[in-house]
């Protein structure tokens, strides 16, 4: 079946516009994590939504990140007033549900490149 | 909080020959899994092999082994017989178990380069 799917592959931007990324996670998967993965940081979880329930956005770095996941589905990761320190490759990873193990699969990333 | 560390950035290895990935973690809970993540240039995270910390068998899949010393909190890789599409970036995670308030959100060190040589 489908994997993860993430869009766009690649995102130059330049300073101080905004900036969406989608996500795509696998069918029928509740559990949606965001990632991101930087030079200088490594790669840091961002934030987690699992179904209806209030997502955990304990790892967004600023407020100028924000994320959203409609239906369940399709998620979208938002980042406004993008700094040059924002670029990074962003990785979503999706797990049929979040109790006991289930294996996280990850969509291919978003290269963000911000001038 | 938990953190996991990788002190090798770089690694390099003859085909057919054996690599050590090391990896060592810190944590005060109990109940936890271990991952070891593959991410070659197409950027795609790819899980190799996962250990249960309850379990002391240390996990096996195929030529990839860890040596999982919970004592000394330290996880490391090994690879046997390595082949050039094993050449890839290695991460080590962790994991708490998921439920209970915990998000199942992995924390990853920062990642070993290995270079296969042919």
């Known amino acids: 079946g489908a994997g993860v799917s993430q869009s766009p592959s690649n995102k130059v931007t330049e300073k101080g516009k905004d900036v969406e990324l989608r996500c795509d996670p696998i069918?029928?998967?509740?559990?949606l994590y965001w990632y991101r993965q930087s030079l200088g940081q490594g790669l840091e979880f961002l934030i987690y939504?699992?179904?209806?329930?209030?997502?955990?956005k304990s790892g967004l770095p600023s407020d100028r990140f924000s994320a959203e996941r409609t239906g369940g589905s399709v998620s979208t990761l938002t980042i406004q007033r993008t700094q040059q320190e924002d670029s990074a490759v962003y990785l979503c990873a999706s797990s049929i549900r979040p109790r006991g193990y289930n294996e996280q699969f990850f969509g291919p990333g978003t290269r963000l490149t911000v001038l | 909080a938990q953190t996991v560390t990788q002190s090798q950035p770089e690694m390099s290895v003859q085909e057919a020959e054996t690599v050590t990935l090391s990896c060592t973690y810190d944590t005060s809970e109990n109940n936890y899994y271990l991952f070891w993540y593959k991410q070659p240039p197409s950027r795609q995270m790819i899980l190799v092999i996962r250990?249960?910390?309850?379990?002391?068998q240390n996990a096996t899949e195929n030529r990839f082994s860890v040596n999982f010393q919970k004592a000394a909190k330290s996880f490391s890789l090994k690879i046997s017989d390595s082949q050039l599409g094993d050449t890839a970036m290695y991460f080590c995670a962790f994991m708490l178990v998921p439920g209970s308030g915990n998000t199942g959100k992995l924390i990853f060190g920062q990642g070993t380069t290995l270079q296969v040589k042919p």
């Open positions: 250990q249960e910390a309850y379990k002391q």
């Open positions: 069918s029928g998967h509740t559990a």
């Open positions: 939504f699992q179904g209806n329930s209030a997502p955990d």
